[in-house]
């Protein structure tokens, strides 16, 4: 059956409605279901992480435990590899995002971001040993990376042409290659150190720091009233206590004084 032009544009029409018809529903879906989905990072604690009795904990697991309540339903985590993130809320298995979502204008083109909620910091690790004092000392290097991380996009920006890089699944196997000496040093997050020095005390340090950035919660592009339930539950928790004290015990430190009121390239507020 040939179909005429008036029924394609009729269609044409209604699938544009489509993500606008989902988005919209969403909250509702969340509340029908009567629990949220979240994707957390399975491997990078602090922030994330599945711990021995297979439950997700760690610094992200805190706050979307309450962003349920806040909420009012249950929480469902999703262990989620670093390149897995986005695809996994852009296909509908998780309805929101709290897993060490650095706030880039590149992201921000395929998801929602909230407003920041956590502050990181992006940097080379590598062994003391290892002479490293510009961004021309990493040519030499073999580094490792997780796989479409920002640490990823922040070695592959600030090495010298020519530099090995390698890409790996996610943190903890990024951190085993520099234990095990698949590579010379790691672009990790600022808690790195910390993980690499509980096996191997006092043979590695931060070698160069490339960038400070925020994180902030992701929903989908469009869905407004999830995203506006996520920029009220961080205001909330930066006032209540909650914000502080996910920082004292998972960061072993104080929240920053202040965090942006706007990022360039990175809208808070879904259009």
């Known amino acids: 059956m040939t179909l005429s032009r008036r029924h394609l544009l009729g269609a044409a029409a209604a699938g544009a409605l489509l993500p606008t018809l989902a988005a919209a529903q969403s909250l509702a879906t969340i509340k029908s279901r009567g629990k949220v989905l979240i994707g957390i990072q399975g491997d990078n604690p602090p922030w994330g992480f ?17 962003f349920g309540k ?9 262990p ?5 993130r986005i695809p996994a809320l852009t296909t509908g298995r998780v309805d929101i995002l709290f897993a060490t979502m650095a706030m880039l204008p590149e992201r921000a083109k395929v998801v929602q971001f909230s407003k920041p909620y956590v502050a990181n910091i992006i940097q080379l690790v590598a062994a003391k040993s290892a002479t490293v004092k ?3 000392d990493m040519k030499p290097l073999v ?4 796989r479409a991380s920002v640490q990823d ?19 903890a196997a990024t951190i085993q290659a520099l234990l ?30 490339f960038t400070r950035l925020f994180n902030g919660a992701c929903t989908r592009l469009g869905d407004k ?13 930066k006032t209540n206590g909650l914000l502080a004290h996910a920082y004292t015990t998972w960061m072993k430190q104080e929240p920053p004084a202040s965090f942006p009121d706007a990022i360039d390239g990175v809208p808070f507020i879904a259009a």
């Open 50 to 66: 599945v711990n021995t009795s297979g439950t997700a904990d760690g610094f992200d697991a805190e706050l979307g435990r309450a």
């Open 70 to 78: 806040f909420l009012g339903v249950e929480t469902e985590f999703q």
């Open 80 to 84: 989620l590899a670093v390149a897995n």
């Open 134 to 136: 510009t961004n021309a």
């Open 143 to 146: 580094i490792g990376v997780p």
């Open 153 to 171: 996009t922040q070695i592959t920006k600030n090495a010298p042409d020519g530099t090995t890089i390698r890409r790996f699944d996610d943190d």
């Open 180 to 209: 095990s000496g698949q590579v010379d040093a790691v672009g990790g997050n600022m808690f790195y150190l910390d993980r690499i020095g509980a096996t191997k005390p006092g043979v590695f340090e931060t070698k160069l720091e």
């Open 225 to 237: 009233e999830l995203n506006t339930a996520a920029n009220s539950f961080v205001d909330q928790i």
